[in-house]
């Protein structure tokens, strides 16, 4: 009988630890209506999570362009129904937004954040980020047939087309992360730094990184005056 309850603990230790990550928040509003619409119209005719899984991130992959300079700093930047509205967005909210598309089907979904070397980055971007380190890219971690698989919805398949890069896959098996060569054999994206997991965006996270790699975009303001913008 002992054995018997020890079991039923961790069981319920496990559905409490898995909740976090299919709950709504004030960044993954997976309960918003558009978000809800949008998730069932994708997923229809997915048999399993997998197959589900796979066909959200298809769409927030291509339905949302990819924009590194909607670097937009309030709240409503890092929404998933906003960044569903708005169409546009860089890697963080688009990671959002796949965490609440796959949360609203009952996949749990979190988020995870790595910095990475763009060998690749244009002049322009340079220039915006006086760096070609993008500090705590987002991507999404999903929990589908009994392990996590990573997802990174970034770049949309017209904007890989247009600068020769691979697009990334997913076939919720197997982790789909950044290539580290363009379709050329050019080094493009190396991994520096991992974050962790998150079951909701950090705000305080972000602006840590983005202080230490990105000062002027501070403009002489404290990371407190970025934060009350970001914060919901």
């Not at 993954?28 to 066909?55: L, M, N």
């Not at 960044?83 to 995870?112: H, M, N």
């Not at 697009?167 to 098996?173: A, K, S, Y």
Request: glycine residues 8%.
């Amino acid at each position: 009988m002992e054995d018997q309850n020890k079991g039923s603990s961790v069981e319920e230790n496990i559905d409490e630890s898995f909740e976090q990550y299919l709950k709504p928040t004030a960044y993954i509003d997976c309960d918003h209506p558009d978000i809800q619409a949008f998730s069932k119209e994708t997923a229809a005719g997915g048999g399993t999570d997998r197959e589900k899984a796979v066909k959200l991130y298809y769409a927030a992959r291509d339905a949302v362009r990819y924009d590194p300079y909607a670097f937009g700093f309030s709240g409503e930047t890092f929404k998933a129904s906003n960044v569903l509205a708005e169409r546009k967005a860089f890697c963080v909210p688009k990671a959002i937004l796949l965490a609440a598309l796959c949360r609203a089907q009952g996949i749990p979904a979190r988020l995870g954040f790595a910095d990475v070397k763009n060998h690749l980055a244009s002049d322009g971007l340079i220039k915006m980020m006086r760096t070609d380190v993008f500090a705590f890219h987002g991507y999404t971690d999903i929990y589908l047939e009994g392990k996590w698989v990573k997802a990174t919805p970034a770049f949309n398949r017209e904007m890989c087309e247009k600068f020769n890069v691979l697009p990334l896959e997913f076939d919720g098996l197997e982790d789909s992360v950044f290539h580290p060569f363009d379709g050329e054999g050019q080094q493009h994206m190396e991994y520096l730094k991992e974050y962790g997991h998150f079951a909701d965006f950090p705000p305080e996270e972000l602006v840590a990184a983005y202080l230490e790699c990105y000062p002027h975009f501070f403009d002489g303001a404290g990371a407190g005056a970025m934060l009350s913008k970001i914060r919901l």
